[in-house]
């Protein structure tokens, strides 16, 4: 059993380790046949063998990447004042990553590759 995510979040110091350690565990209740590996180098949950979240922690930020293009999986993600990127969401100190956004970008994505 793949637990690269699970040695991942080990390894990081708080406050990041129990935001990123909430945004799997909610993850992982949306989308239970979700699986810990790798995608695009990243530690992941994977759907189906393909890509289906990733959390890091950066030098500035949590980055979120849905790997998908979020103008097309989540296009409110820009009315919650979040920042974003083309293909991620950046949660500074003290933000939190809506759970309805949340949800509804791992539920577009599981349909995504299920109709792929």
Known sequence: ???EVEIYVAGLAEP???VIAAIYSS??????????????GMPALLYKGKGLIAVMS????????????????????????????????HLRPG????????ERMLLRRVAWIDGA
């Open 16 to 18: 990041e380790r129990s």
């Open 58 to 89: 950066t030098k500035n930020h949590i980055g979120v990447y849905p790997f998908a293009n979020l103008a097309e999986l989540e296009p409110t993600v820009v009315g919650v004042g979040l920042e974003t990127t083309k293909g991620s969401i």
């Open 95 to 102: 933000q939190d990553l809506p759970s309805d956004l949340l």
């Open 27 to 40: 993850a992982r209740s949306v989308v239970p046949a979700a699986v810990e590996g790798v995608s695009y």
């Open 1 to 3: 059993m793949s637990n």
